[in-house]
């Protein structure tokens, strides 16, 4: 199994590709998608799935692209429905110029098995709301992916609508159980540990709290 991560765009978000032999599954491909057909077509492969952590607008905006040049099934939770219908207005907000395209067919990944198999690689469903309502983590053999949920140095963001900062606090707790040396690929910025990530996302949790005399 191989993994590579397919970086940009203005927020400088991460997609990344996982393939084994022929078969490859994207996860969160917010742009670049011409980069991310010809890595297809280069190494010949069969993208099975794109498969996404959650449903902002930069982390969507190169789904339809792709599912219209490949065979792929999307994958993301129906709660992200409305994440997903915002796009172009939070695409405006944030001042990114191209429009998204919505995906509006999807498999719902709260109704699958929480361990699933896609052309030989097994995927651990992990729901960890609280950036999102329907955001997902992703456990593949000793890597997780973590979309906004951790990222290396800080959590990802509870304010933007839809967002629950006691869930995502939640969210982290359990990521807590889980082995610490996991390899995270989250949706921004660079790979850490799991453990050092947590480490670092509740000591920027506990002095974001107000202080009280």
Not at 82 to 94: E, G, Q, V, Y
Request: charged share 20%; hydrophobic share 35%; aromatic share 8%.
């Amino acid at each position: 199994m191989n993994i590579s991560r397919i970086g940009g765009g203005p927020w400088k978000q991460n997609s990344f590709l996982i393939t084994l032999d022929s078969s490859a599954i994207l996860i969160d491909p917010g742009g670049q998608s011409q980069a991310i057909l010809e890595a297809l077509d280069n190494d010949c492969l069969t993208l099975l799935a794109i498969i996404n952590t959650h449903g902002h607008f930069d982390h969507i905006g190169a789904v339809q692209d792709i599912l219209d040049r490949t065979q792929s099934t999307f994958y993301i939770s129906a709660q992200e429905v409305p994440i997903m219908n915002t796009t172009n207005l939070m695409r405006f907000i944030f001042k990114s110029k191209e429009k998204v395209r919505i995906p509006k067919i999807f498999s719902d990944l709260d109704v699958m098995p929480r361990k699933t198999n896609f052309g030989g690689i097994s995927f651990e469903l992990v729901p960890t709301p609280g950036h999102t309502p329907g955001g997902y983590c992703f456990i593949v053999g000793e890597h997780i992916f973590s979309g906004d949920t951790v990222l290396s140095s800080m959590p990802g963001s509870a304010e933007l609508p839809g967002g629950d900062l006691q869930k995502l606090a939640n969210s982290l707790s359990f990521l807590q159980t889980l082995p610490r040396d996991l390899v995270l690929h989250p949706g921004h910025g660079r790979d850490s540990s799991l453990g050092d990530a947590l480490d670092a996302s509740i000591r920027w949790l506990e002095s974001s709290r107000p202080q009280h005399d």
